[in-house]
């Protein structure tokens, strides 16, 4: 089991910064590859960037140049940085882990953070 708690959500101003983080804890040697996913109201839930165990990452085509997914080993935190914000950036976003396990594949989820961009 992997267990992750996100923090950072909030309210910010189009063109605003935020940092959102994850911290995993648990099976954490088990964990392949981490992201963050979103879904905005009325939406289905989307990628909004992952990062492998190898430092490997991808960004979804909307978020390219203004978000950056990072990750720390030494803290099993991953990270998030969003800069530019735009409103059409409101939605919750979930802190994703996925495990390779005797080749099955788990899928693991945190509690959600909003984040609302308005002035």
């Known amino acids: 089991q992997v267990q992750l708690v996100e923090s950072g959500g909030g309210l910010v101003q189009p063109g605003g910064s935020l940092r959102l983080s994850c911290a995993a804890s648990?099976?954490?040697?088990?964990?392949?590859?981490m992201g963050w996913y979103r879904q905005a109201p009325g939406k289905g839930r989307e990628l909004v960037a992952a990062?492998?165990?190898?430092?490997?990452?991808n960004h979804a085509d909307s978020v390219k140049g203004r978000f950056t997914i990072s990750r720390d080993n030494a803290k099993n935190t991953v990270y998030l940085r969003m800069n530019s914000l735009k409103p059409e950036d409101t939605a919750v976003y979930y802190c994703?882990?996925?495990?390779?396990?005797?080749?099955?594949?788990?899928?693991?989820w945190g509690q959600g953070t909003q984040v609302t961009v308005s002035s």
């Open positions: 994703n882990a996925g495990s390779l396990i005797d080749e099955s594949w788990y899928d693991y």
């Open positions: 648990g099976s954490i040697f088990s964990i392949n590859v």
């Open positions: 990062v492998d165990s190898g430092g490997n990452t």
